[in-house]
């Protein structure tokens, strides 16, 4: 007899219906399955065996075939456990309940609990849009699932709760959307608690307002990693459709906080400097999103930029141009959206005091160019602005004067996206570091002194074509924040000086 059940499969962000089909026949008492499933999915039989003898079911005592389809796709995690025992228990007549418009999500332990399982939310979407109309998951991962509207998402703790739902004796109450907490913890820093630095909390601020990436140089102890981590508490709040998007890849990852709806907050990431190529943009045998995607919409912060492996720092330079990493494998590719702001710190040279006004540098001039090199040209010139971090001097690290907060320049903030928003509103840009080359010279219209002065700056500094345009866009956000419509020449003069540090540092003779 052949029972089928529905579950979710999963490949990149994209869900696909499994269709979960049990046989029993006649001969020796053996377990296979097959369609395509990894070493996880196979380890279901023991857990579906030992869950059903500990509920009190029988293990038919039979050649049982358990077959995943579409065949030619692979499957991979515990999630079938459930679908599978549902199935089995059908096939052998021990239940008797209707599961045609049902999806089936969840790992079992032993004692028959129902344990929680990535990748929630984009199944739920799927299944939405599949047709079908219930969805069981566990209840740590219901949450995500209710914000699919027009989906009833019901949340199962152990076997025994919804076997009795199924047979009408105590039935599940589905979650509601509001219902769902969302994660917006809030807890970011303040910019309140930083004494001195204001030239590199207003290059924050306009880094801030047009999603530009950022590169921090100065000595030990300036504050580079203080402005970084403080800098997701002035980014404006993310739309309902970077929260989605966002949450899709966190669940994916398995990151998501439990009993999480959605991620409210904009992703912070600060891998450390010994993270691998791919763990910076995903991989595995079935890609998994790295931490380039897990800071889409939000942050990613490269402490120590120089410490990282040459292939690590080189893997970033398609993906923060494109706003996309693609892992490619024999089986296929995946691309993941990984649409971020990238915050690198680093010293000028190994022990940090190259060019310090009060200390000596003790690295040979050797050594200071070696440490300078291991940060590419190509790599510098996608870092929007470059900020020198000075170290504070001790008037202002004792003074009682308070610093301007957070929420202060969060609304300047707010106020140049908004203009951004009604400027790009009907495109696919989504801010001014996103400007594409065939809107730069439309969208970013300079005043005749604005023109020549950066005539002359790329005359005499030597800019790359694509390091004019990098300037251009954040000339384009000062502006905005300044409520221009026209890139004026003040503009256009801090947005220059925010490229003259590689010029100081990079081509200085040693």
């Known amino acids: 007899m052949v029972e089928h059940v529905y579950s979710m499969g999963l490949y990149g962000l994209d869900a696909f219906v499994v269709e979960v089909e049990v046989d029993l026949s006649r001969g020796l008492p053996a377990f296979e399955m097959v369609g395509l499933p990894d070493a996880a999915v196979r380890e279901a039989r023991d857990r579906v065996r030992a869950a059903l003898k500990n509920m009190g079911f029988q293990f038919p005592v039979s050649r049982i075939t358990v077959n995943l389809a579409p065949a030619n796709k692979r499957k991979e995690g515990s999630l079938y456990d459930l679908p599978i025992l549902i199935a089995l228990l059908r096939a052998s007549s021990q239940l008797d309940a209707s599961v045609e418009d049902s999806i089936f999500l969840g790992e079992l332990s032993l004692s028959g609990a129902v344990r929680p399982i990535r990748g929630t939310l984009p199944m739920a979407i799927a299944a939405k849009e599949a047709g079908f109309r219930r ?3 566990p209840a740590q991962n219901a949450a995500e699932g209710a914000v699919v509207q027009g989906l009833e998402v019901y949340p199962v703790r152990n076997l025994e709760s919804l076997l009795a739902h199924l047979t009408g004796r105590v039935p599940l109450s ?3 959307p509001g219902d769902t907490p969302s994660q917006n913890d809030g807890l970011f820093p303040d910019f309140a608690e930083v004494r001195g630095q204001e030239e590199a909390k207003r290059a924050l601020e306009i880094a801030a307002a ?14 580079k990693s203080m402005l970084a ?9 993310m ?8 949450t899709k890849i966190h669940s994916i990852a398995g990151t998501l906080p439990t009993c999480t709806a959605l991620i409210r907050a904009r992703p912070f990431r600060s891998p450390h400097h010994t993270v691998s190529a791919a763990g910076l943009s995903g991989g595995g045998i079935l890609p998994k999103p790295g931490e380039l995607s897990l800071a889409h919409n939000g942050v990613l912060f490269l402490d120590e930029l120089p410490e990282f492996s040459r292939s690590a720092m080189e893997v970033l330079r398609q993906p923060i141009e494109d706003g996309r990493v693609t892992i490619s494998r024999a089986s296929g590719a995946v691309s993941y959206p990984c649409s971020v702001m990238l915050v690198a710190a680093m010293n000028p040279c190994p022990c940090g005091y190259f ?3 009060t200390r000596r540098c003790v690295c040979s001039a050797g050594a200071v160019s070696r440490y300078l090199s291991r940060v590419s040209g190509p790599l510098l010139d996608r870092l ?3 900020i020198e971090v000075p170290a504070v001097e001790f008037d202002k690290l004792d003074s009682s004067l308070p610093s301007e907060p957070s929420s202060s320049i969060k ?5 140049a996206r908004a203009i951004q928003n009604d400027r790009y509103r009907g495109t696919a840009i989504s801010c001014n570091a996103r400007i594409t080359p065939e809107c730069l010279h439309t969208i970013c219209v300079l005043s005749d002194d604005a023109r020549n002065l950066f005539k002359h700056a790329f005359e005499t500094i030597g800019l790359s074509a694509r390091a004019y345009d990098r300037i251009l866009k954040v000339a384009r956000t000062i502006a905005d924040l300044d409520g221009s419509e026209q890139i004026q020449a003040v503009h256009a003069a801090e947005a220059v000086q925010y490229r003259a540090l590689d010029r100081k540092y990079w081509t200085r003779e040693l």
């Open 239 to 246: 739309t309902f459709e970077e929260s989605i998007e966002t």
């Open 229 to 237: 981590k403080r800098l997701p508490s002035i980014l404006p709040d």
């Open 355 to 357: 060019g310090h006004p």
């Open 411 to 415: 609304q300047r903030v707010d106020a």
């Open 384 to 386: 929007d602005l470059h």
């Open 135 to 137: 969805l069981f998951a």
């Open 210 to 223: 047009g999603m530009h990436n950022v590169l921090l140089i100065g000595p030990p102890g300036s504050g």
């Open 174 to 176: 589905p979650i509601l």
